[in-house]
């Protein structure tokens, strides 16, 4: 069974920065794609960033300002974002997900599996 696990958001203060992390677990041998989206208060969930297997990734929105930055720690099963710059409107959940195909897309509907979401809160 494939299990996610968000973590790593808090409370942070315009400018700042924070890594969120997910660990996964369960994956089945083969290609797999694993994102960040953020949910704003109100709001649906948007792709943030995407890594697969083969090491290609995906900047999706204000990410691509180069704010954002994903890695994939294989020895560690763990992907993070690394959040600079953060701004009041980067609030919200964010969760990881995963897809057992190689592909990236900013589409909640691609991916099979949720974490269950870590919450960052950025104060003005």
């Known amino acids: 069974e494939v299990q996610l696990q968000a973590s790593g958001g808090g409370l942070v203060q315009a400018g700042g920065s924070l890594r969120l992390s997910c660990g996964a677990s369960g994956f089945p041998r083969g290609d797999y794609a694993i994102a960040w989206f953020h949910q704003a208060p109100g709001k649906e969930r948007k792709g943030v960033a995407c890594?697969?297997?083969?090491?290609?990734?995906?900047l999706w929105g204000d990410a691509v300002e180069g704010r954002n930055a994903i890695h994939n720690d294989n020895a560690k099963n763990t992907v993070t974002l690394q959040m600079t710059s953060l701004r009041p409107e980067d609030t919200g959940i964010y969760y990881c997900?995963?897809?057992?195909?190689?592909?990236?897309?900013?589409?909640?509907?691609?991916?099979?599996?949720w974490g269950q979401g870590t919450l960052v809160t950025v104060s003005s």
């Open positions: 997900a995963a897809t057992t195909r190689r592909l990236c897309a900013p589409d909640v509907t691609r991916f099979e599996y």
């Open positions: 890594i697969t297997s083969g090491g290609g990734k995906a």
